[in-house]
């Protein structure tokens, strides 16, 4: 009977279970792909989920998505085999359409290009988040009583996942940078705009639209910066643990989205030559 359960109970029984477990945001995360799913294909047993019909059910979303949206469907089939709704995942084995790199990584010319055009209080975010790696979110929500040496430690209830604390670790730029605002703003959120105000997602997003036309990089968001900062760790030679600790994410998550590094030919035969 195990085998017999459909994917919108499935799907259901999973986001209920998760929803006191994650944060809001990957809550949210996982209910964008999956209630897609359930009524796409909610009628049918969990059983017949084959490979075939989830890159097809994948392939509708947008190229950047499409790796995120199979990840859900394997997690969620991973699931039900731990809380023993499965007797076996059908996706085991499965390979998950390849992640797209987006453009999303920011060579160091066009850096400094992002630097010479940002513009008031913008400067210190873009140095921030190239110099630190951590996720924009996360930025707007700094604050001074969180600064722990050359660290910020959140609070749980400020962490992503909300089961352990995310901790930034400040190199010296990013560390002059916390200390002045720090010094400016006592209570607060220390990242404001121009006009003293807080940053919202709104006005980040837009900012860094601003600036993408100024500095003529295509596509330029904020994200790109933490993505950059992973993909430069990587390609000196920092483990994988050891990038996951620093960005706050699991190594699960690293080896799955940053596969694109590992298999860098000419950085491995580098590491080869090396070794020789």
């Known amino acids: 009977m195990a085998r017999q359960i459909l994917i919108v109970d499935l ?104 630097v010479k055009h940002s513009r008031g209080p913008l400067r210190d975010v873009v140095k921030f988040l190239y110099h630190t790696g951590c996720r924009p979110q996360e930025l707007r929500a700094i604050e001074r009583r969180w600064i722990t040496g050359q660290k910020i430690v959140f609070p749980l209830s400020k962490s992503k996942g909300g089961k352990k604390r995310r901790v930034v670790y400040l190199d010296g730029m990013a560390c002059a940078i916390i200390t002045r605002l720090a010094r400016q703003n006592h209570t607060g959120p220390l990242f404001r705009n121009s006009h003293g105000h807080c940053w919202t997602k709104n006005s980040l997003g837009l900012a860094f639209q601003r600036l993408r036309r100024r500095a003529g990089i295509i596509k ?26 620093v960005s706050g994410n699991s190594p699960a998550m690293v080896l799955d989205v940053y596969n694109h590094v590992a298999a860098n030919e000419n950085r491995l035969l580098a590491i080869i030559r090396g070794a020789g």
């Open 11 to 114: 799907v259901h029984l999973f986001l209920a279970n998760q929803k006191s477990e994650l944060a809001p945001s990957s809550y949210k995360w996982y209910a964008n792909y999956l209630l897609p799913l359930a009524r796409k294909h909610g009628p049918l047993a969990v059983s017949k989920i084959t490979p075939t019909l989830i890159d097809r059910w994948a392939a509708a979303w947008p190229d950047a998505s499409q790796h995120s949206a199979a990840r859900t469907v394997v997690r969620v089939c991973n699931w039900g085999v731990a809380q023993h709704l499965l007797t076996a995942s059908p996706l085991r084995g499965y390979r998950k359409p390849s992640p797209t790199r987006r453009g999303h990584t920011l060579t160091p010319a066009q850096y400094v290009l992002c």
């Open 220 to 245: 330029l968001c904020a994200y790109q910066f933490r993505h950059s900062y992973i993909t430069r760790l990587l390609e000196r030679g920092v483990d994988v643990a050891t990038v996951a600790a």
